[in-house]
């Protein structure tokens, strides 16, 4: 449970199943500075945790989160949250039957649920499933939190909430529909203008789609000390590591090489009465920022990258998100 007290936030209330297993997918998210697990969806007030296993409430096992739309859209929620279902399973998720692990997304407001309709109809079009797609849109009343221990049980009990997650079958089956798909890119077929327009915030078109630039040491990763990987924030291909991550004094964060060179495009820019080569993501054509000599051995470059164009995933996200090849870096 992440929680930064802003009062400029919005929420978010989805049901997957295991809310144990959903809770960590949306912590890892920047933008995203609170994460709850509860209870929603059915009558009983102040329900426990006995009461909703029972399956006689209406209740949902279900999570809810607080986030910064400044820093991350509903839209890109929406695409986390069917990446850690089966939307298929009308009785349940994985080896949890019942009516409380079952799937739905409780919309907030008309713009939530008009959303989340575009978000489930786009699935459905894309043929990735064979059986019809039966996760409910529904209308948010109210959330009751769980109890203590509920919350951050992926954090307090690491060992148990590892062992649950694999052999209830869950993460095997979102690694084999996810994983490959993730992280291959020769298919990719970027969003239309309007789509990433609703897709990304404002800093984040500038950049990526008008070649801008972000103010230097008042962006997101320039001081990020974190162990991850830095993505492409359209398509999510992998673009740095913090393992080649430096403090290069000039605000905004810089790498000394690419964590995969084949998804780095260059060519020269003269605009501002400059000569420089820019840097681009080669799939989603996202103008990342430049390159330079300055930097640090053995390259001796500094890739200079806007933070609007980039999404960083912790080492502890990157199987859950598909980046699983990429732990070695961070293991001693």
Request: aromatic share 14%.
């Amino acid at each position: 449970m992440k929680n930064s007290g802003s009062k400029e936030l919005e929420t978010a209330t989805f049901a997957g199943g295991c809310f144990w297993c959903m809770e960590p997918p949306f912590e890892a998210l920047d933008g995203v500075e609170e994460v709850i697990v509860g209870y929603t969806g059915g009558d009983v007030e102040n329900p426990t945790y006995e009461e909703v296993s029972s399956g006689e409430t209406g209740h949902y096992e279900a999570i809810q989160i607080r986030y910064n739309p400044e820093k991350i859209s509903y839209e890109k929620l929406l695409e986390v949250y069917w990446k850690q279902i089966d939307p298929t399973d009308g009785g349940g998720q994985f080896v949890d039957r019942g009516s409380q692990y079952r799937t739905a997304i409780f919309y907030h407001n008309q713009i939530q649920r008009e959303l989340a309709q575009e978000s489930k109809l786009e699935l459905e079009k894309s043929g990735k499933y064979d059986k019809p797609i039966v996760t409910q849109i529904l209308p948010y009343t109210k959330f009751y939190v769980a109890e203590d221990y509920h919350q951050d049980y992926y954090k307090k009990n690491a060992v148990s909430y590892e062992f649950y997650r694999q052999s209830s079958g869950r993460g095997e089956y979102l690694k084999e529909k996810w994983s490959l798909q993730e992280n291959s890119y020769d298919n990719y077929e970027k969003p239309s203008d309007d789509e990433l327009r609703k897709i990304l915030t404002p800093l984040q078109y500038e950049v990526t789609q008008e070649n801008g630039t972000e103010l230097p040491f008042n962006n997101q990763y320039w001081n990020n000390k974190e162990d991850g990987i830095y993505v492409d924030i359209v398509s999510g291909e992998p673009l740095f590591s913090s393992t080649d991550k430096f403090q290069s004094g000039t605000g905004w964060p810089s790498f000394s090489k690419p964590l995969e060179p084949g998804n780095i495009v260059t060519r020269e820019d003269r605009n501002h009465g400059m000569i420089r080569i820019e840097v681009r993501s080669k799939h989603a054509d996202s103008h990342l920022g430049h390159v330079f000599d300055d930097g640090p051995a053995p390259t001796g470059k500094r890739y200079c990258v806007n933070s609007a164009a980039l999404r960083f995933i912790p080492k502890e996200a990157l199987e859950e998100e598909g980046y699983e090849q990429y732990k070695y870096l961070f293991e001693k």
